[in-house]
């Protein structure tokens, strides 16, 4: 089912979400169930640059969520990740609960979104069109920025040197001819210093 989403980056997702100010949008943003966590803090950033209100809430269950839901006006990024058809299903009958000025976007996973689909059909007319997920090229380049984080973590226990004494070393040219050396700095990108 989740092959019917339309992919959106997430910097395109906060123009969407600044010029629906004022409006009762809703809107659903599928991702890896590891990464939303991270998808809901990078969202965040986006929106921070703008002059939107935004709130984001990890609600734990649809009835905590409409528990704790309060007047606020503005962006609400609520990472449903965990939500269940029970969750779902208890939104798509007391979904006027979720009526608020300013757009929702529940993060979910493809699992979550398929049970969304088949439980909520009234929360699913509100979505209509507005169910997103990440373009390949995003999640990947995020996966590649990790990979890159986690290596220089292991270069660093593995030399007991931290990113910039291996940039002080090579300017003075004392650094060891390692190729892990020659990784880091790449890593780094400082491969300009490999070839002084």
Excluded: C, K
Aim: charged content about 25%; proline content about 5%; cysteine-free.
């Amino acid at each position: 089912m989740t092959s019917s989403l339309r992919e959106l980056s997430l910097p395109e997702l906060a123009l969407r979400l600044d010029a629906s100010q004022g409006d009762a949008a809703y809107l659903v943003y599928v991702v890896p169930p590891d990464e939303l966590a991270d998808v809901a803090a990078e969202l965040l950033a986006e929106l921070n640059g703008t002059e939107i209100p935004t709130i984001s809430i990890e609600s734990t269950s649809a009835a905590r969520l409409l528990h704790e839901l309060s007047g606020f006006e503005g962006t609400l990024v609520l990472n449903a990740g965990g939500y269940r058809a029970s969750d779902w299903s208890l939104l798509d009958r007391r979904r006027s609960d979720l009526q608020r000025v300013g757009p929702t976007v529940f993060l979910t996973t493809e699992e979550s979104f398929d049970e969304l689909m088949q439980v909520a059909p009234n929360l699913a007319s509100w979505l209509g069109g507005n169910a997103f997920t990440r373009p390949p090229s995003e999640l990947q380049a995020t996966q590649i920025s990790n990979d890159r984080d986690e290596r220089r973590a292991a270069l660093r226990v593995w030399s007991g040197m931290s990113d910039a004494d291996v940039i002080r070393r090579a300017e003075a040219h004392t650094l060891p001819l390692d190729p892990e050396y020659a990784e880091w700095l790449v890593l780094l990108g400082r491969g300009d210093l490999l070839d002084e």
